[in-house]
């Protein structure tokens, strides 16, 4: 066969072109001259192939390719050509799923949208916030360095009176706190009180004042057996000092209920919070009915009363006491107490108040009591109004907003509403993966929620899905042998089992077994356990081959 011409190589693309000028020939555009003359090189072409009758087939082939994939790409991209050629024309049902796709598509990314700036806004706030702390702890290193070398000074110096020194040392000590040294403020609160205790006596506004300050010291170490060692002996001392009702003695009072309230010890903890109260409020009575805290000359509005706040502080405190002792209906009398006091500030009513960024907490508060009642429907009342408020305020991607969700999800799957729960997971996963990254512990602890909500509605296939992606992520960025991996490789396992595949179910409890041993020994019973597993799962190989077998020698 003779080599042919080289118009002959362009018969082709020259074919293609002329496929598409067709197809685009009843549009006007401005290019329609350059496709009138590409149609006549196309024409060309074709008579210089016409004796060579394999380069004939092949450009029917390829025609026939092009044009088959034309029809099926346009078609379901729901384009009508003009005219309106019914051979291009998606049918009625086409058209809706077509109409829904776009849809759906244009929803998500305008969704996606509202999202990346929820975070752009987060992101800024925190920057903020990081550099605003970061001056803040500059200035604290500062005033701790020099006060030090102020203490240093009186120290070194001869004449200087021991009073001085101690006075030094609490200074000193009351910056390190500022700081979170607690340790070394501690140390040094209990020099500047045995010193003021030796110099001045057990009763002197000085040593009580020290003592004050150190529990405080060991109750922001959270050391509370300490805390709850130094505050009875402070309280003591106020009382003699200014009395029973006095506002420095009612803060101690305050103080000491939370410390017994984070001990457990709720009884006591909630004696000092009604006695807190009591005192609080009516200062706060005595407060209103002088008329204090007027606005600005500019017109500004007038600052919160300050003890209608530490009110409202020991009313959550309250509330947080009964929840912890079972008692749902007075920790909800009390934080509807709080709610009303927050909706006198802002001069709205209760109700307005609930959609507030600022009592967004408390209704969050709310939402799980009535959960822990029982009372679901005004569980997720109270968490979608929490929400809103959020949304409203540009904190719809705080985490406080984040963690809402989660908790509502968690309601729903209590109403078995897995779809309604699945869908709320997937909007939290999505501000997470956004905010924190994809394989960040706390994205990958809803993408396990969100295996355990398929799990639960028995669609296993998607559950193993989001299952591998968390053990994959938990395992690169905490490690194969973290808690959190081998607690999702035993999940693993007990949905493959779930769906019979009693071999993969086998080889994760397997891993799990040999992760706990290594962690924990093969002694421990978490180990024992996951070995209890594995033979169970054999068992169940075991019991599938005797039947396969059995079919076998039947057949």
Same mark, same amino acid.
């Given at each position: ?5 080289? #118009?002959?190589? @362009? ?13 685009y020939s009843s549009s006007p555009s401005p290019l329609s001259s350059s496709w009138s003359r590409l149609s006549s090189l196309s024409r060309s072409a074709l008579r210089a192939v016409a004796d060579q009758p394999i380069y004939m087939a092949l450009i029917v082939l390829v025609t026939c390719l092009v044009s088959g994939y034309s029809v099926i790409y346009f078609r379901l991209r729901g384009y009508v050509p003009p005219g309106g050629q019914p051979g291009y024309a998606p ?62 000074? #009186? ?10 020194? /101690? ?18 403020? @501690?140390? #040094? ?10 110099? &001045? ?39 003699? &000092? ?7 003695? #009612? ?82 009398? %009390?934080?509807?107490?709080?709610? @009303? ?22 209704? *969050?508060? +709310?939402? *799980? *009591? ?13 968490y979608q109004l929490a929400l809103r408020a959020y949304d409203d305020a540009g904190g719809g991607a705080s985490p406080a907003a984040i963690a809402t969700t989660g908790n509502l999800a968690l309601v729903h799957i209590k109403r078995e509403s897995y779809d309604e729960a699945a869908h709320l997971y997937h909007s939290q996963l999505r501000l997470k993966e956004l905010s924190l990254g994809k394989n960040h512990p706390g994205t990958l602890e809803t993408v396990s929620a969100?295996?355990?909500? %398929? ?22 960025? &905490? ?37 706990? @041993?290594?962690?924990?020994? *093969? ?6 356990? +996951?070995?209890? /597993? ?16 059995? +079919?076998?020698?039947?057949?």
């Open positions: 066969m003779s080599t042919p011409p080289p #118009l002959q190589y @362009a018969a082709i693309p020259a074919v293609l072109l002329a496929i598409a000028y067709n197809f049918g009625p049902e086409e058209q809706e799923r077509i109409r829904k796709r776009r849809e759906d598509s244009e929803k998500r990314r305008v969704q996606d949208d509202a999202i990346r700036e929820k975070i752009r806004a987060e992101r800024e706030k925190k920057e903020r916030e990081e550099r605003e702390a970061a001056r803040a702890s500059r200035e604290v290193d500062d005033e701790i360095a020099s006060k030090r070398r102020d203490l240093e000074d #009186l120290e070194s110096s001869p004449e200087c009176e021991p009073l001085a020194i /101690l006075r030094g040392c609490s200074d000193l000590a009351g910056s390190l706190e500022d700081a979170g040294k607690f340790e070394e403020a @501690a140390r #040094l609160y209990t020099r500047a009180l045995e010193g003021y205790e030796e110099e &001045l006596g057990p009763d002197h506004p000085s040593t009580i004042d020290t003592l004050n300050y150190l529990a405080g010291c060991h109750e922001g170490a959270r050391d509370f057996s300490k805390a709850a060692k130094y505050y009875p002996r402070a309280l003591s001392g106020a009382e003699k &000092l200014v009395g029973e009702d006095h506002e420095h003695t #009612l803060e101690i009072v305050g103080r000491m209920a939370g410390v017994f309230k984070e001990k457990g010890d709720t009884k006591t903890a909630l004696d000092f919070y009604k006695r807190a109260l009591a005192g609080t409020e009516a200062l706060a009575e005595a407060e209103a009915a002088g008329g204090g805290g007027g606005g600005s000359p500019g017109g500004s509005p007038p600052p919160p009363p300050p003890f209608l706040l530490k009110s409202l502080r020991l009313l959550h405190g309250m509330a947080t006491v009964y929840e912890k002792m079972g008692d749902y209906t007075n920790a909800l009398l %009390y934080l509807n107490k709080v709610l @009303a006091g927050k909706s006198s500030l802002s001069g709205t009513s209760s109700s307005a108040a609930a959609s507030h960024a600022s009592t967004a907490a408390t209704v *969050v508060n +709310m939402g *799980v *009591v009535y959960h822990k009642m029982g009372d679901l429907d005004k569980a997720i009342e109270s969100i295996a355990g909500v %398929y799990r639960q509605k028995g669609a296993f296939g998607e559950a193993l899905h989001y299952l591998v992606r968390a053990w994959k992520g938990y395992g690169e960025t &905490l490690g194969a042998d973290h808690h959190r991996t081998l607690e999702t490789v035993h999940t693993l396992g007990i949905v493959y089992a779930c769906t019979g595949s009693y071999k993969d179910a086998k080889r994760c409890f397997e891993a799990c077994r040999d992760g706990y @041993a290594k962690v924990y020994g *093969v002694d421990h019973e978490k180990t024992r356990g +996951m070995q209890q /597993l594995v033979k169970k799962a054999q068992g169940e190989m075991e019991v599938i081959e005797a039947k396969r077998r059995e +079919m076998e020698i039947k057949m």
